[in-house]
């Protein structure tokens, strides 16, 4: 079992930065593939950008690539995603995921604003 916890979220103006983290509970992240999504209301969640265990990727969705980067320490057991130049349109709840062969986990979510 893998309990994922997202922080970092908030409110922020357009053109700032976020650092969102994924801390990872209960077993070790380095034989899962490691994911961002983000979900807005009344919008279907999106995939963001992906990391694997075995050190392929990063992988980006076109609307953020150039802003947002995916960085994992498995040591630390945790997952990052640095956001800059925020837009309005990037609010939504965001979501850490881990997926090996088995069980995929999904964290709570974390909010993230961003305002006009």
């Known amino acids: 079992q893998v309990r994922l916890v997202e922080s970092g979220g908030g409110l922020v103006q357009a053109g700032g930065s976020l650092r969102l983290s994924c801390a990872a509970s209960g077993r070790s992240l380095s034989g899962y593939a490691m994911s961002w999504f983000r979900q807005a209301p009344g919008k279907e969640r999106e995939f963001l950008a992906a990391?694997?265990?075995?050190?392929?990727?990063?992988y980006y969705a076109d609307s953020v690539k150039g802003r947002f980067t995916i960085s994992r320490d498995n040591a630390k057991a945790m997952l990052s995603l640095q956001m800059n130049t925020l837009k309005p349109e990037d609010t939504a709840v965001y979501y850490c995921k881990a997926q090996a062969a088995g069980p995929t986990y999904w964290g709570q979510g974390t909010q993230v604003t961003v305002s006009s």
């Open positions: 990391i694997s265990g075995i050190g392929g990727g990063p």
